[in-house]
């Protein structure tokens, strides 16, 4: 089974900056690629940014430039710096993942979300 779990949301004025987190476990052969989704209040689940195993980033035009993705895959982890915030970026933040199991099958996995809050 694979999980992955985030953590560094919370509330931020506007311009500031927060870090997100997520952490990938389990058993699986290899992680393709990492990625950031959000969801606000009556909208869809949308890309925010994702990140392959070369270290090849996509960004929603909304976030670039404020937003970096980044990956430490000896801690089959990754991260999102988040500056220049807006009260836009409010909304939950899920973690995604695409792995390889060991039976060569690919699975996509979902965190639980975390709050990210951006208002004065």
């Known amino acids: 089974q694979v999980q992955v779990v985030e953590s560094g949301g919370g509330w931020v004025q506007p311009g500031g900056s927060l870090r997100l987190s997520c952490a990938a476990s389990?058993?699986?052969?290899?992680?393709?690629?990492m990625g950031w989704y959000r969801q606000a209040p009556g909208k869809q689940r949308e890309l925010v940014a994702n990140?392959?195993?070369?270290?090849?980033?996509n960004y929603a035009d909304s976030v670039k430039g404020r937003f970096t993705i980044s990956r430490d895959n000896a801690k089959n982890t990754v991260y999102l710096q988040m500056n220049s915030l807006k009260p836009e970026d409010t909304a939950v933040y899920y973690c995604?993942?695409?792995?390889?199991?060991?039976?060569?099958?690919?699975?996509?996995?979902w965190g639980q979300g975390t709050l990210v809050t951006v208002s004065s």
């Open positions: 389990g058993n699986f052969f290899r992680i393709n690629a």
């Open positions: 995604n993942a695409e792995v390889l199991n060991f039976k060569f099958r690919n699975l996509e996995v």
């Open positions: 990140i392959t195993s070369a270290d090849n980033g």
